[in-house]
């Protein structure tokens, strides 16, 4: 059991480790899961079945079966790691009804976006470090825009060259010009 008194540091995760994908915020596309699911599969790592939940509106669930979920893959001594499916909003509702004071050993939290919350949560309170980073791989992240010969990326800098910041955002607004021109997107 974890305590609040001192940081924990969860097991790394090898071929075989017990992985649930969990959905503490909006709902997931079924098919961006499903890839993120191969995806998993396809590096060694064995999958827990996830919760059936009733989508409601901006939430992949109701706050208490979201909480319920969370909550056991938390304390499941079967699962190595939590990996959220999207970010999107609800999760500080999870908080609500409050956390029990000790929870079951540490173990790898991974996702972005409105998980923040969680992890923000988990550190303060049982220092347990998480893991700010893409939700079910393949699953929720978009593709990547891609620089062309015409339009370099914003951020791409010779190597030990610093860049002033307002350069940074001039480049970064001409990316996004370009690639507005090069396409319907229709970014900021």
């Known amino acids: 059991m974890t305590s609040p008194a001192s940081r924990q540091k969860p097991r790394?995760?090898?071929?075989?480790?017990?992985?649930?994908?969990?959905?503490?915020?909006?709902?997931?596309?079924?098919?961006?899961?499903?890839?993120?699911?191969?995806?998993?599969?396809r590096l060694g790592f064995r999958l827990v079945p996830q919760r059936e939940m009733s989508s409601q509106g901006y939430f992949a669930g109701s706050a208490a079966e979201r909480r319920g979920e969370f909550l056991d893959a938390l304390n499941d001594p079967s699962i190595d790691a939590l990996i959220a499916t999207r970010g999107g909003y609800g999760s500080a509702y999870l908080l609500d009804e409050g956390w029990p004071e000790t929870l079951a050993s540490t173990k790898p939290?991974?996702?972005?976006?409105?998980?923040?919350?969680?992890?923000?949560?988990?550190?303060?309170?049982?220092?347990?470090?998480?893991?700010?980073?893409?939700?079910?791989?393949?699953?929720?992240?978009?593709?990547?825009?891609?620089?062309?010969?015409?339009?370099?990326?914003?951020?791409?800098?010779?190597?030990?060259?610093?860049?002033?910041?307002g350069k940074l955002v001039s480049e970064a607004k001409h990316f996004t010009r370009a690639r507005q021109k090069e396409s319907s997107w229709a970014g900021p």
């Open 12 to 41: 790394a995760l090898g071929q075989g480790s017990h992985i649930a994908m969990i959905a503490p915020a909006s709902p997931a596309n079924g098919e961006r899961i499903a890839a993120g699911k191969r995806e998993l599969e």
């Open 109 to 165: 939290v991974v996702g972005f976006s409105d998980l923040t919350t969680l992890q923000v949560y988990l550190w303060q309170l049982h220092r347990w470090p998480t893991f700010y980073g893409p939700c079910s791989p393949r699953g929720s992240m978009p593709e990547p825009i891609l620089p062309t010969a015409t339009t370099p990326h914003p951020f791409a800098m010779p190597s030990r060259t610093p860049l002033a910041a």
